[in-house]
């Protein structure tokens, strides 16, 4: 060992051995901090699915590559930091001696081939990267973009990291292929035999550029070791357990969606015939109440923004991201987090739990932190603003994008459920719909002897249920589709479809009742709960002695079709629910409704969320409205699974839309530039919403909003009066 060895050895030792310890010390730090959060013992389950869906979601990065060329980036700058590590592993041994490398497999040619093609790639994505991120700086002219309140400084440095790591990897072999120590054929190591070429003939070159390797790697470990909160680093760890422990690990994306979580305390779902809100947790009032996934959730943002270019509320000018709303959670978490570790916090009776002695030597900041409400305006030092948390409509489009499967709806729905249920602070228009559920079940506070008013003018009895045993569908006619006109004609079309397909079918009638979504999503669980243990009894009656696959219920509103399918359940009711859409479109395929005469003048259509991204209905609407129009259907740009709110889910239907652009007229406005006079939808709120947005417009006389079914009607029989015949209005 010469003394330029000794030198580099002895740097590269010390500084590995500072960043060691650091990186120890920040992942005992956030490890802490994580358990802080509440028990979520249902994360645990089904360990092999775990297991194969977070290989398949970071070795495949089947999330991130639905962004084309940063998702194979992406892949690339991955795939090069799992190889590559191998190569400053290899460094440890370059600096020790100039012609040293990774005992056995440092020898293969393989390996040789294996990491160049790699570090080739990676210099490639992480260059491509860098671009992006440039190109979309929030600073640039013109304004805002996905990185828009994100650390910059972080990404860029993480970025310059990784470039110089996969340069001097290459500078490395260089200087072996300079100094004839190099291995590998030219075959495999263009490149390195391409820089070998350029540089000197300096035996301790190897060394030097591998202790510089080293140095700018342990930087990198140090700087985030300083700072827990830098997710676009520590992604690179966490976002494996964060995948692993998500909600639902069998489904390929959204495992944060359909359903919500029910309401826990201490890891255990709340019954609320015992519930008492001095003993059991209502939601979350404090950060140390979500569970410790969510604080793991919290911890593994990366900063990329993609969650927030999707939402609805972010692109009209209202003040949530949701990624702006999980960077103030986590912020808050780890400022708090002295606190509660010293044994800080508050009981359920809001009494201090730890002792004057306890908190005597607290850092100033993390009790200041601690008093912060968690729900509160700029005044009242509040960590999420209430404008923040009201402006949610649950489109679900965060959880869809984001790569590393954060749950934002079940964490704003857990704080909304401590405001609305204990604190009683909401939108206080809200409150009409929610008395009108109390008292009338249904949000109109319509009476409940009309919800069978729709049948009125239809050619044909539609029987209810006791009236008739051998139905096939129970047909959930939800309030919507009884009480509100422009769904009452859906109501009618679909009911006219399924008869003259020949499909037996049956009503509850006045046996029905909301669904609960909006009570739900609102955060009024109590209301749910009860809305829902009725319905579940009811329709329990209603398919007495059938087994599951025969209780089947077919629904117009994505929002009772989600609830009734994946929430009910919860509840002890168990049945198979299907969209209209989908029935229709079997209809047609197996020939029992024929389509006759195309509906034209040009047709798009909006996905529901809650009947797509909630529950990966893209299809069978569009397969229905392929077979009833002329020519194809024209998509908006935002389509799909990145399809944009109508502004009504989240019970936002129901509140005012006082701050930013109305997000009804932004759709309406990417709809009507598409040149189709028909925007088709299949949820009776986006029906609602989208034709507002169209006659706020003037343009109520050019473009038509109208529900699939109605489309198909128009198709199949085009003689029958569109719609039927009117009945009084909500509440006549
Ligand atoms: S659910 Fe929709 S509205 Fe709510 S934060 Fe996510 S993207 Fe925004
Ligand atoms: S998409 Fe996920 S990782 Fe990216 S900023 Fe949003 S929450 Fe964070």
Redesign the pocket.
């Known amino acids: 060992m010469g003394s330029v060895q000794i030198v580099t050895t002895i740097l590269a030792a010390a500084i590995t051995a500072v960043a060691v310890w650091l990186a120890v010390r920040a992942v005992l730090k956030m490890v802490a901090v994580i358990r802080l959060g509440q028990p979520a013992p249902e994360r645990f389950s089904d360990k092999v699915a775990r297991a194969r869906t977070m290989l398949v979601e970071t070795a495949g990065h089947t999330r991130m590559l639905k962004w084309g060329v940063v998702g194979a980036a992406h892949w690339f700058v991955m795939a090069g930091f799992v190889v590559l590590s191998l190569l400053v592993l290899e460094a440890y041994f370059e600096v020790v001696t100039t012609d040293g490398g990774l005992p056995i497999i440092g020898h293969w040619t393989i390996f040789g081939l294996v990491t160049e093609i790699i570090g080739v790639l990676g210099l490639v994505g992480i260059l491509v990267l860098m671009a992006i991120r440039l190109r979309n700086r929030p600073t640039r002219p013109g304004g805002r973009s996905r990185f828009t309140g994100s650390t910059m400084w972080q990404g860029y440095f993480v970025e310059w990291i990784v470039l110089l790591v996969l340069i001097f990897g290459f500078v490395i072999r260089g200087f072996k292929v300079a100094t004839d120590h190099f291995e590998f054929p030219f075959w495999a190591t263009p490149v390195s035999h391409a820089v070998g070429a350029v540089l000197p003939d300096w035996a301790d070159g190897v060394s030097v550029a591998a202790a510089i390797k080293i140095i700018i790697s342990m930087t990198w470990l140090i700087v985030i070791s300083l700072n827990v909160t830098m997710g676009v680093a520590w992604h690179r760890f966490l976002a494996f357990p964060n995948i692993f422990f998500k909600r639902e690990p069998a489904k390929p994306a959204g495992s944060g969606l359909g359903a919500l979580r029910p309401m826990t305390s201490q890891g255990k779902p709340l019954d609320f015939e015992e519930a008492d809100p001095e003993k059991d947790q209502f939601g979350v009032a404090h950060v140390e109440q979500f569970s410790w996934k969510g604080l793991l959730d919290f911890s593994t943002c990366t900063e990329c923004g993609r969650?927030q270019s999707?939402?609805?509320?972010?692109n009209t000018g209202k003040p949530?991201s949701?990624k702006l709303?999980v960077l103030s959670l986590r912020d808050h978490a780890y400022a708090k987090a002295p606190y509660l570790l010293a044994g800080g916090g508050k009981d359920l009776t809001g009494e201090e739990k730890a002792t004057q002695a306890q908190l005597a030597h607290l850092d100033v900041l993390a009790l200041a932190e601690a008093d912060k409400p968690l729900i509160g305006t700029a005044e009242e030092g509040g960590v999420i603003d209430p404008d923040v948390l009201w402006?949610?409509?649950?489109?679900?489009?965060?959880?869809e994008q984001c790569p590393v499967d954060i749950e934002?709806?079940d964490h704003?729905v857990d704080m909304r459920r401590y405001q609305v249920l204990i604190e009683s602070s909401f939108p206080s228009e809200a409150g009409v719909m929610l008395r009108n559920l109390e008292n009338k079940g249904n949000p109109w506070g319509a009476p409940q002897n009309t919800r069978e008013d729709w049948t009125k003018g239809l050619d044909f009895e539609v029987p209810r249920v006791g009236e008739v045993d051998d139905f096939e569908y129970l047909f959930w006619v939800g309030c919507a589709g009884a009480f509100e006109d422009r769904a009452k004609k859906t109501t009618r079309a679909v009911a006219t479809l399924l008869n003259e397909a020949g499909v037996k079918f049956a009503i509850l009638g006045e046996g029905e009742t909301c669904s609960g979504d909006p009570a739900r999503r609102i955060g009024n669980e109590f209301v749910f709960q009860m809305l829902a243990q009725q319905n579940v009894e009811t329709l329990n009656e209603a398919f007495e002695g059938r087994e599951k696959a025969k209780r089947k219920i077919v629904a117009t509103c994505p929002h009772c079709f989600n609830t009734l399918g994946n929430e009910y359940g919860q509840l002890g009711g168990e049945f198979e629910v299907v969209h209209h859409t989908q029935l229709l479109a079997h209809l047609v395929a197996t020939g029992k409704l024929t389509p006759v005469q195309p509906v034209d003048g040009g047709v798009t259509y909006h996905d529901p969320c809650y009947l797509g991204r909630h529950n990966r209905v893209f299809a069978a609407p569009r397969e229905v409205l392929g077979d009833a129009i002329a020519g194809d259907l024209t998509e908006m740009p935002r389509n799909s699974e990145r399809s944009f709110?109508c502004g009504a889910g989240?019970a936002r239907m129901w509140m005012e839309e006082k701050i930013g652009k109305r997000i009804n007229v932004d759709r309406v406005e990417e709809a009507m530039a598409t040149g189709a006079r028909t925007v088709a939808v299949g949820c009776p709120f986006c029906s609602t919403m989208l034709s507002d947005g169209v006659n706020g417009k003037g343009a109520g006389e050019q473009v038509e909003v109208i529900d699939v079914a109605t489309v198909l009607l128009r198709s199949v029989k085009p003689e029958q009066p569109q719609g039927g015949k009117e009945t009084a209005p909500i509440g006549g």
């Not at 999707?310 to 972010?314: F, G, K």
């Open positions: 969650c999707q939402c609805p509320a972010w949530l949701p709303l402006s949610c409509t649950t489109c679900g489009a965060c959880v934002h709806v704003i709110c989240g």
